[in-house]
């Protein structure tokens, strides 16, 4: 059974920074690119990041380069999204998600549709 785990959320103020953790299990962590998206209420799934297999290729969305940093632990079957200077903006369930890759070291997922197996979130909370 896969199941990928979400943690490290939480209430926070503008500017404080929080580093999320995803843990999988049930699948071969080091063949899937790794990625974060977020769902704000009332708004669809926005792709953050994401990283391919090795972990040595991150890719961010615009809206967070600079912002959040995107890594993976392939020994510990984990990717963690460090989140830096938070905005209220950034309010929202945030998930991990596996894309298969057919191998490939250079494939990343950008879109929710790449990706065949989700965590259930973990709310992040921005006061002002």
């Known amino acids: 059974q896969v199941q990928l785990v979400e943690s490290g959320g939480g209430l926070v103020r503008a500017g404080d920074s929080l580093r999320l953790t995803c843990t999988v299990s049930g699948l071969t962590f080091s063949q899937y690119s790794m990625g974060w998206f977020r769902q704000a209420p009332g708004k669809g799934r926005e792709f953050l990041a994401a990283i391919n297999l090795s972990g040595t290729i991150p890719f961010y969305a615009n809206s967070v380069k600079g912002r959040f940093a995107i890594s993976r632990d392939n020994a510990k079957d984990t990717v963690y999204l460090q989140l830096d200077n938070l905005k209220p903006d950034d309010t929202a369930i945030y998930y991990c998600?596996?894309?298969?890759?057919?191998?490939?070291?250079?494939?990343?997922?950008?879109?929710?549709?790449?990706?065949?197996?989700w965590g259930r979130g973990t709310q992040v909370t921005v006061s002002s």
């Open positions: 998600g596996a894309a298969p890759t057919q191998g490939s070291n250079y494939y990343i997922g950008r879109a929710p549709h790449e990706y065949a197996h």
